[in-house]
């Protein structure tokens, strides 16, 4: 059975390794939804209601990739090459989100946000407190297994933020 099957199918350890898992798909799963969103020119993203500020392209790819990354690292916990694909991705992530709070829409005009004003908000535009909290739950990918403490204290102030 494909380990991915395994941990739903239940034959881990617990029940409990099973939440990781399906967070991590949900929030992989929203990012691909938004960046097909922006791509395809939905209205809600590129003309938003008054009273609404879309998920910026940049962030929605961020959510993508790590929670492809962190599904990665749990479910072929046990393959040496996997988990350093998974510390290799979160940590160019980490680098793409520095790039990001340095030239704030640079990524997302590439990927086809920056639609407009929200009043003083750009809309399209990853925040920088979202750039820190992605920049915190990078960190935290990257060194889960390795230091587990670190990972821990780095999810959990992106938690709080």
Do not use: K
Request: net charge positive; aromatic share 10%.
């Amino acid at each position: 059975m494909p380990p991915f099957w395994r941990v739903m199918a239940g034959t881990f350890s617990s029940r409990f390794a099973r939440v990781p898992v399906l967070g991590a798909g949900v929030v992989a799963a929203h990012g691909a939804v938004v960046l097909v969103g922006w791509w395809a020119a939905w209205p809600i993203f590129v003309r938003p209601p008054q009273h609404f500020i879309p998920m910026a392209p940049s962030t929605a790819l961020a959510f993508l990739v790590l929670g492809l990354a962190l599904l990665t690292r749990i479910v072929w916990a046990e393959r040496a090459g996997m988990r350093v694909a998974a510390a290799v991705v979160s940590w160019t992530v980490a680098g793409v989100t520095l790039l990001n709070l340095a030239f704030p829409a640079w990524l997302d005009g590439i990927l086809g946000g920056a639609a407009g004003d929200f009043g003083q908000v750009r809309l399209g535009v990853m925040s920088p407190v979202t750039a820190g909290a992605l920049l915190l739950l990078s960190v935290a990918i990257g060194l889960l297994g390795r230091r587990t403490l670190y990972a821990s204290v780095c999810a959990t102030l992106a938690a709080l933020v």
